[in-house]
């Protein structure tokens, strides 16, 4: 199987760098593979996306040694399934509340006799023909903490054999608690969160705007951080240009 660098890193206690995709533009894909990340959040929950792109960026990325991960759109069994059979090396499993949803998501993501994942896909063999044999140890499965009921059971979250990463969600975490992104309680409930992480031995992670927050969160302990969207940029370089020229949007 190639090579997964962001969960490598994470085993060995570095943080991992990604960025993340809303759209499915390849040369946008192209570039953000390029760039000496180590990994890119391909998100299918809230992007632009249909099985064929997620499929398109997946196999741009991938020959950069870059790890695709997707964002699945739910916790359904056959839909994490087709991601990691269409090359993804993990996948981030969003409104993840209680551990019995966490072995779900464990159950999709793992070939027997840890889960129950379906063998097939017509081109893993490209990730090597030794894929059904190490993708289980491989392959990297990251649940979202996303609520105030997911924080208070993050510890037996973290405890499921397989959960390699507790992945924050941090504008759903901060209306669920109805308080602002960034307060004292929001930062406190995420700081739990990797505490919880860390004790059972599993990293944490945390999706950042921009890369100084990512780095932040990173120095924080966080291990799988990615620093900001192609949306992101292109909006920020575009509001640069509005006030540089003194103009308003349409």
Known sequence: MVKNRALE???????????SMGTSDPIVAELFARSGVDWIWIDDQHGGYGR????????????????????????????????????????????????????QAVFAAK???RGGRSRGGARLVMLGEDYSDTANEGTLVSVQIETPEAVERAGEIAAIDGIDCLMMGPADLALGLGV???SDE????????LEQATAAGKTAGM????????????????????CGSE????????????????????
């Not at 890193?9 to 960025?19: H, V």
């Not at 940029?233 to 103009?247: T, Y």
Request: charged letters at 20%.
């Open 9 to 19: 890193k994470m085993r060995a206690g570095r943080p991992a760098f990604g960025l």
């Open 52 to 103: 064929e792109s997620v499929l398109s960026i997946i196999q741009i990325a991938t020959p950069y040694g870059v790890s695709p991960i997707v964002r699945v759109a739910s916790n359904d069994f056959f839909r994490i399934g087709r991601s990691l059979d269409a090359g993804a090396l993990g996948v981030i499993v969003p409104m993840v509340n209680s551990a019995a949803e966490a072995e």
């Open 111 to 113: 070939y027997p006799p």
């Open 180 to 182: 602002p992104q960034g």
């Open 186 to 193: 929001h930062e406190t409930a995420m700081m739990r969160v």
């Open 207 to 226: 999706p950042c705007a921009t890369v100084e927050d990512g780095i932040r969160w990173a120095e924080e302990g966080f291990k799988l951080v990615h």
């Open 231 to 250: 949306f992101g940029m292109v909006r920020a370089g575009i509001q640069h240009v509005q006030k540089a020229l003194g103009i308003a949007p349409a």
